[in-house]
């Protein structure tokens, strides 16, 4: 038997349709069993312990990882071997969040005397809350899932995908409460671009001292077309006898000049600068400076302080090389 394209588009289909469905239907079943698991993770004093057995468990794993980026401290205990010794990693000030769609898997229930005589509070994530897990359970969430996307109605599908959705929804309510920033998510991500975009201040990758392209108030544009030759930024900026910024003068400044056919030796740069140019400031987020240069189409910026004197400049290529794009 030969399957078409059609038949595999369509098969395709009916899993998302079908999974779409039971995402949708788990929004109106966030109720107080929610809010409750929330509360539970809020006041924990140790670590969120997530365990499930096979395709729960690489899901748990998720949920853990997802906890742990978002301000939750969590790790993922694998059920088989927590009954041949990794038990020892629970303490007593923990909070265990054991998945399991039945609600039956043995290893987990095997678990659970140990657990409760430790007083460590159950979440359960399950699609029976009448289960021997539910029963055990200080909170229940069920995922409510009716049909599992394969057309077997056996392979964990339907019911993984609502799992992480809900453990997603956890880790996100848990992060708004908290008030978890931006800066906080980067101490916990510091390699990758992630890190990078978000630790990485204009500071860290701008050229200072005579390395910043600047030429007196009184400079000619000649003069100012060496100074940006020389420093090879593209622009200059102008400054005054106090060193404060007046304005800046681009490559793309002169084009629009020589169209004009203004003379370029004996015109002084300050008659034709952009004035009130955008500026960086110290300490700025690297990312939040490529926002503004994409916003405003700039290719380079100079830094200043709060007397708005040059401290320093930089161009998409050094923003390119420092990974934040």
Known sequence: MTTTNAQFIASGKQVVDIELN????????LDEQFANACKLLMQCQGKVV?????????????????????GTPAFFMHPGEANHGDLG???????LVAISNSGETGELLNLLPVVKRMNVPVIAITNR?????????????????????????????????VTLVL?????????????????DFALSHPGGSLGRK????????????????LVPVSAT????????????????????????????????????????RVDIHATAVANVMTKGCKTSQAGELAVEALNLMESYKISALLVV?????????FNMHMLLKAGVI
């Not at 302080?305 to 320093?312: A, L, S, T, V």
């Open 22 to 29: 039971a995402i949708a239907a788990l929004s109106s079943r």
């Open 305 to 313: 302080n709060e007397n708005r004197q040059p401290i320093g400049a």
């Open 221 to 260: 544009i000649t003069q100012a077309l060496l100074e940006i030759s020389k420093k090879g930024l593209g622009l200059t900026g102008i400054v005054n006898e106090h060193n404060e910024l007046l304005g800046v003068f681009t490559d793309g400044d002169l084009r629009r000049l020589l169209d004009a």
């Open 129 to 161: 809350a009448d289960s021997t897990l539910g029963k055990y359970a200080d909170v229940v969430l069920d995922i409510g899932v009716e049909q599992e996307a394969c057309s077997l109605g056996l392979a964990p599908t339907t019911s993984t995908t």
């Open 89 to 95: 990693m629970l303490a007593s000030n923990d909070v």
């Open 50 to 70: 997530v365990s499930g057995m096979g395709k729960s468990g690489h899901i748990g794993n998720k949920i853990a990882a997802t906890l742990a980026s978002t």
């Open 198 to 213: 978000l630790l990485l201040t204009v500071d860290d990758i701008m050229l200072k001292g005579d390395e910043i392209p």
């Open 167 to 183: 453990g997603d929804a956890l880790a996100v309510a848990l992060l708004d409460a908290k008030g978890f920033t931006s800066d």
